[in-house]
């Protein structure tokens, strides 16, 4: 259920000597081709109330909240009259500024041929231990990192200016539709200088310095029939995702499939497990988005789409649904009620689906329709929040005290 936020604010009763602590709620940050939206909701995640939409007629790529100070929200969006730009806000969308040093690529370094953000797509925290950091994935595919809050951005040329990812990346006419670009950046919760990022194409890759140096994690990944797997280019992940109660394991749903790695004790391996071999043959294992339980490794979910002859990218015969593991991948159960049972030719970006960290976890998915869907009891009641709006990038939840 939607409500618009009331023109005066509600009459409240006075707290009571022994009140409880207010309950935690919940913001969902949604990027769109034309604008971003905020959805407040209520404690029990029943109500929610519009807050948008920023920036209108913009594409947004992607909204995320600074978990550090729990307030800060940045914006990466693409604009008519600034071009591919960053905004900031430090009080929860009230108020925005455009980043003073939006990410760039620095001009004809190492001889290679000079490249032009499109946009930026993909913004990640970086470390709790040092605030202020953030990471940002563009198209074409670069790297840049702030330190300063997202005020200004510098690129790192250890994956920008180098030759052998420019190879890599291929160019500016290969990956998706959309762009070529890179996506997943992920920072270790344990360790600040353990990095991993996806591109699309070009394969996943990680750090252990920091940035300062980066080798391919690959191994085990498929790629289109008749190409070379050994061949860094060809390798497609669509999303890539970290266990936050097992950093030692990481998840990913690829262009050919979903793959889980498990890097912990004696066991530790690079080699990545092709586990979507269990879905239905007749849904298939290819899609976009992952997501991961808060606190139960072993529990994940996907969103498979029409990955055949030529990739219609809409649910399966028109009937979409999520779904989940919750041994790792051995077995997968379809997670549909209260989604639309046919006739429902949409899907969703990599981005467009997330999960919460309460007691009892919901998933959140927006759809290339413009549709925003609640997931209760881990995904097993549906329920719609908003229609109408633009097409949905990304879906991020975010806690707010």
Not at 31 to 56: N, S
Not at 110 to 131: N, Y
Not at 143 to 170: C, H, K, Q, Y
Not at 213 to 240: T, Y
């Amino acid at each position: 259920m939607i409500k618009r936020p009331p023109a005066t604010p509600s009459a409240r009763k006075p707290a009571s000597r022994k009140a409880s602590p207010a309950p935690t709620r919940l913001v969902l940050l949604i990027a769109t081709r034309k604008g971003a939206w905020l959805f407040h909701g209520d404690a029990r995640r029943k109500t929610w109330v519009a807050d948008g939409p920023h920036f209108l007629g913009h594409n947004i790529s992607h909204v995320q909240l600074d978990p550090r100070d729990g307030r800060t929200l940045l914006a990466a969006a693409k604009t008519g009259h600034l071009g591919p730009t960053i905004f900031r806000s430090t009080d929860w969308g009230r108020s925005w500024k455009e980043a003073r040093q939006p990410p760039a690529f620095a001009q004809g370094a190492g001889g290679l041929p000079a490249r032009s953000v499109d946009h930026t797509f993909w913004l990640t925290p970086g470390h709790a231990s040092e605030r202020d950091s953030w990471y940002a994935g563009t198209s074409p595919q670069g790297l840049f990192r702030s330190e300063d809050g997202g005020i200004t951005w510098a690129p790192l040329p250890a994956v920008n200016d180098d030759a052998r990812f420019r190879e890599w990346m291929g160019t500016v006419q290969d990956g998706t539709p959309d762009g070529p670009k890179l996506h997943s950046i992920i920072v270790d919760p344990r360790d600040p200088l353990h990095l991993v990022f996806g591109m699309s194409g070009g394969g996943v890759h990680e750090s252990r310095d920091g940035g300062r140096s980066w080798a391919p994690l690959i191994q085990g990944l498929e790629v289109v029939e008749g190409f070379d797997a050994a061949n860094v280019s060809f390798h497609d992940p669509h999303c890539v995702r970290l266990c936050p109660s097992n950093p030692d394991r990481l998840y990913q749903q690829n262009h050919c499939g979903v793959y889980r790695i498990d890097r912990s004790g004696g066991a530790a391996t690079d080699t990545w497990q092709r586990i979507g071999r269990r879905m239905p043959k007749r849904v298939g294992d290819i899609g976009f988005p992952m997501v991961v339980h808060p606190r139960d490794a072993d529990t994940a979910w996907v969103f498979p789409m029409d990955g055949t002859t030529v990739w219609p990218r809409t649910s399966p015969e028109g009937s979409p649904a999520a779904y989940v593991t919750r041994n790792a991948g051995r077995t997968w159960q379809r997670l549909d009620r209260g989604l639309p049972e046919s006739q429902a030719w949409w899907t969703l970006k990599r981005q467009a689906m997330t999960v919460d960290a309460q007691a009892s976890p919901a998933l959140y998915l927006g759809t290339t329709s413009g549709e925003l869907w609640i997931g209760h009891d881990e995904g097993a009641r549906w329920s719609n929040i908003a229609r109408h709006l633009p097409e949905i990038y990304a879906v991020e939840v975010a806690e707010r005290a």
